[in-house]
């Protein structure tokens, strides 16, 4: 069985409440970017090229999206359920892009526990440093759960 003293572990759906809620500010920063579309192979000019970029809506790089929902993901894997969670359901809706060098503020909530089925709701909000909602997200997941010792043994 796994030694849950040796490695802390995020809240059980029992020691999970509504209202819940994280604070998180990041900043997007290059070598976060490079290594995104060096693990991803993703080569749209969109999120790295200026002279691309400068003749398009955006006029500068953008975030690749996918990089705003991995901040939510980790977020919710180290803090709110914690380690042993599990996303389960995710919808997000991108409100503006956001540029590279920005700092973001994520307030994460818990609108909904739902012991029969061991799943919490948690509700994302995203801002940049203007106050501007970057965007929204409702993101269920399953917090951390173990097998009784008795169970594991069988």
Do not use: C, W
């Amino acid at each position: 069985m796994y030694n849950m003293k040796a490695r802390k572990i995020g809240k059980t759906i029992d020691e999970i409440e509504e209202g819940d809620s994280l604070s998180l500010t990041e900043s997007i920063e290059d070598n976060q970017l490079l290594l995104y579309l060096g693990l991803t192979n993703d080569a749209n000019p969109l999120y790295i090229q200026h002279d691309f970029v400068k003749d398009t809506e955006y006029e500068r790089p953008v975030v690749p999206s996918i990089m705003l929902m991995g901040i939510i993901t980790s977020a919710i894997s180290k803090h709110l359920p914690g380690p042993g969670s599990h996303v389960v359901n995710f919808s997000i809706n991108f409100i503006d892009p956001v540029y590279h060098y920005e700092t973001l503020t994520f307030e994460f909530e818990v609108i909904k526990v739902d012991k029969m089925k061991d799943v919490v709701t948690i509700s994302v909000e995203a801002e940049n440093s203007e106050e501007k909602r970057i965007l929204d997200a409702v993101v269920m997941v399953k917090p951390p759960a173990f097998k009784l010792e008795e169970e594991a043994n069988e």
